[in-house]
């Protein structure tokens, strides 16, 4: 089978239009109602086109022209599968629907705790026959091991229209007591042969089992957050995202046995293919697999005609062929950056390895080739994943080519024998172990190398800058001469100034951090992650959702312990980097847990070492000088969930002037805080400490109780929230209660992480991660700054954004909030830390 993989002028032809059309699903996707319009003006410009060239039969221009009605002629196609693809997406019945029963068909596998899953809606209510894409967002599903693609969920759910654009038309929030049917025929086999192989290699050291899983069938879920991290930060993550490298092996594994044993070259290429499709089953069809596997049917079926095949017009034909079978792949990060590595290994992989092997051996200029080709073409799409420049992507890459082949060959092999003779399995699985392991040392070594993720620039203007830089160093590939040089140095001069640009900053912000915070919020996307510091002992409430951006607030603020982590309940975006601080953390407090996902949060903080204990309204300690009590839920109450939050609130001890007092209300809804604020009023009022930060319930929604902030009356109101977030949090009535309490609202969203602190005179001041421009002063959730104060833009000197949020020292006296009285010191808790950080008991 002859490939041609060097690009030619010719092949434009083919590649242009095929963009054209990528670009217009794209933008039809999030407007299909505009779609019959396109095909209307596309079909007139394509019979146009060709009534012009037959009639005028022009030379200069017939190549130009050619391509722009071929280019009419996808986007015509392609607006036409939308309009297709949209009635399907969205029947009539489904308006309003409101809370049905559906039945719904899983796409992918559902592991336990995952937030979503993609399937396929086919029942609603009445209405059935469907076949819409939906996200299904499970309340829990009863079972304690991953539920199988092709598995039939059917119960109750609140269905809701998807954002438009993405790949799926709703999102199904299940609601009470679902039933599953398990899959049948091809899926049911599938899914034997996936369980046989977790099952062989189960018994295996990680982290190189998992990683053999996911490079062999593409299950990740079993990564830890470490390796995942590291995999990320060295640019490997690819290998556990199955694709066109794997479905080169299943096509020249059965080419290579086929002539051995004499097939015909027709029975060669249906081999070929009906082990394709059972390979997309095996591993889920994930959009990169999809690609691939068009890819590789076009090879095999231009194969039989005997003609060489072109990489580029190959490539291009199905990216189309996959908008037409569904337009929405268009804004499909997976399926951009599959297009986009192929692409670059096909055009800038022969070049660039002619220009190397001037200086290296032919064989290494090859391999190193095809690992910057595709790093050159993919990452500016990568920067809104993660704005970061891969400093030591090449080599990593380099380093693991020849091994990834050797894992996915031996691995699938031992997959497939997994269901029939687990003992001949675990031999070949432990045999691609040895490959895995030492891809996951490379991916930790690699991301151990200082400044192994340098920040770039995030958003538009860091996309802009790679696509700069990527596209001089494709020019500089593909143009010789002394064109090239001054391509490089351009890429050179762009790349240090986005470095630069962010470096700079960030260094500033650090320094500018004062030493002496009590209290962090940290910026963790729509989540909570509070911290807060007594002494020398630290403590967090929740850890957000997010490792990463957890990890990074960590760093800043200098934290690599804490004494104690309260987790207020099980909600994902409260516990879900849970295991990124686990190595941290010593004793843990939780709520109680009312399902199945909860108690394995409980499980994994048990297992790794950590001191957890269940507590309620009875349990209390100290953080050095600083004196907490949980004031919620009560003991016995028998509640789960956003209603039980575990409520914190700290007090100064009596030789701490410089400790901050608060209250975090976790997801408290509106009825639980007004028992709360019951309790509170029963207190002693001699013994009442004003409130100086109180976290803010459930990210500022509108379920709020506005007279436990008013007698609460904190100085300052810390909202953990996601910028552009679908809920609308934090909501306007929020805002406006904190305003009325006289609490100064800061959101992460718009300042980043924020800390709180005493000034020299007794005062609370916040210093900000970022300012939030065009905020007006005195807005209701914008950052309120001390007059004497300037206010910089962001990127400026921080340390000047050390603000005064309270006038007097405590903030004045606040009715309603009381301090607890005979606080006990948990014995040996605290053993080991310096000063006797943490002592943690129960109230008498």
Known sequence: MAVETTPGVRDLRVALPAAAAWVGAALLVGSPERAGWVVLIGAVAVCGGIAWLFLRRPQRALGLIGIVVVAAAFCTVVAVAVVVGDARRSPVALDGAGTVTVEVVLTRDLAPGDRSVVGTLVDAGDTEGLHVPVRVVPAGTGADGPIAAGSRLRGAAVLEPDEPGNATAYVAFLRGAVRTTPPTGLLAATDRARQAFVAVTRALPEPGASLLRGLAIGDRSGLDPGTEAAMETSALTHLTAVSGSNCAVIVGLVVVLGRFVGLSRVARAAAA????????????????????TVMAVVVLVVHLAGRPVRGVPLIALAVVGMLVADPWYARSFAFALSVLATSGIVVLGPPLTAVLATRLRTPLAAALAIPVAAQVACWPVTIPLSAAFPTYAVPANLLTEPLAPIVTVVSIGACVLAPLWPWGASVLAAIAWAPATA???????AAALPVAAAPWPAGVTGVAAAAVVSACIAVAILTPGAVRFRLLVAAGAVTAIGLVSVAVPRIVVRAGLPGDWAIAACDVGQGDAVVIRGGTGVAMVDVGDDPERLGACLDLLGVDRVDLLVLTHFDRDHVGAVASVTDRVRTALVGPTGRPEDERVRRSLVDAGIDVRTADDTTAGTLGPLRWRLLWPR??????????????????????????????????????????RGVLDAEDAADRVPIDVVKVSHHGSADQDPLLYRETAAAVGLIGVGADNTYGHPTRSALEMLDAAGTRAYRTDLLGTIVVGRDGSGGLRVWTERSAPGSPRGAPGSPQRDPSVPALAPGRDSRRRWQAAGAVSGAGAVSGVRSVSGVCAASGVGEGRPGGALGVGRRP
Do not use: K, M, W, Y
């Open 439 to 445: 891809i996951a040392g490379i991916a930790h070594g």
């Open 273 to 292: 293919i009906a082990l394709l499709g059972a390979f997309v089953v095996l591993v889920r069809p994930d959009p990169s697999i999809v690609r691939a």
């Open 635 to 676: 003991a016995g109450a028998g509640e789960s969930g956003n209603a039980a939050s575990l409520v914190l609130r700290t007090e100064p001890g009596p030789d701490c002037p410089s400790c901050v007092s608060g209250l975090f209300l976790g997801d408290l809804g509106e009825t639980a805080q007004r028992r709360l």
